[in-house]
């Protein structure tokens, strides 16, 4: 059975910082992705990091801001978000993808996800 778990959703300010963690077990995946959806909109693809290796990979939006992190057993994952702005504000899922292609980020891609953490952003 795959689990995944976030943790550390919060309110904050803008200009703020917030560190999102994912408890993984069952499954390690080839990719390893957070997400978020904003009320009224699709989910997006945030940041993704291979589980074999070092490569990341972020969203145009938030490049220099995020940094996604994960631990070398593919356990945890983490999003160090900084600079936070409103447009930020949105549920946060992390997500397993059995696929090779961590940089594309699609939904589609991830087979595995967890419940969401709310993040919201008040200016």
């Known amino acids: 059975q795959v689990d995944l778990v976030e943790s550390g959703g919060d309110s904050v300010q803008a200009g703020g910082s917030l560190t999102l963690s994912c408890a993984v077990s069952?499954?390690?995946?080839?990719?390893m992705g957070w997400f978020r959806q904003a009320p009224g909109r699709e989910r997006e693809g945030v940041a993704a990091v291979s589980s074999r290796g070092p490569s990341a990979y972020y969203a145009e939006s938030v490049k220099g801001r995020f940094t996604i992190s994960r631990d070398n057993a593919g356990k945890s994952l983490h999003l160090h978000m900084t600079y936070l702005k409103p447009e930020d504000t949105g549920v946060y899922y992390c997500?397993?993808?059995?696929?090779?292609?961590?940089?594309?980020?699609?939904?589609?891609?991830?087979?595995?996800w967890g419940p969401g953490t709310q993040v919201t952003v008040s200016s």
């Open positions: 069952g499954y390690r995946g080839n990719c």
């Open positions: 997500a397993i993808s059995g696929e090779t292609a961590c940089g594309r980020m699609g939904v589609e891609q991830y087979g595995w």
